[in-house]
Nanobody
Framework: QVQLVESGGGLVQAGGSLRLSCAASGRTFSSYDMGWFRQAPGKERYLIAAISGSGGTTYLADSVKGRFTISRDNAKNTAYLQMNSLKPEDTAVYYC???????????????????WGQGTQVTVSS
């Protein structure tokens, strides 16, 4: 029943920025963590950012720390991923996701994310 829809992907030059959005529906948005994943060709999908329901706790993978920022606007049922200083190696399909259940701590285990958006392509050219 939960639906997640990403938008904001596209083609950008190295050093540029993109802002991805994830619109959620189907349940109480503010009660659940949200995560952003990416999958490059030939690579496994992995978590790059996560944010708690309230927005008070965040996680960033080392590969994007200092360049990406995760945020959310619960009034709009939307999570965001601001991507700055993009590199060609950031090229991937980006997915937003949400866990089915609430947990005591921020969800960083990929297997616990059960609701997924369709993905949006981000291509960074050199």
């Amino acid at each position: 029943q939960v639906q997640l829809v990403e938008s904001g992907g596209g083609l950008v030059q190295a050093g540029g920025s993109l802002r991805l959005s994830c619109a959620a529906s189907g349940r109480t948005f503010s009660s659940y963590d949200m995560g952003w994943f990416r999958q490059a060709p030939g690579k496994e999908r992995y978590l790059i950012a996560a944010i708690s329901g309230s927005g008070g706790t965040t996680y960033l993978a080392d590969s994007v720390k200092g360049r990406f920022t995760i945020s959310r606007d619960n009034a709009k049922n939307t999570a965001y991923l601001q991507m700055n200083s993009l590199k060609p190696e950031d090229t991937a399909v980006y997915y937003c996701a949400a866990p089915r259940f609430r947990f005591r701590e921020l969800v960083t285990d990929t297997t616990l994310y059960t609701y997924w958006g369709q993905g949006t392509q981000v291509t960074v050219s050199s």
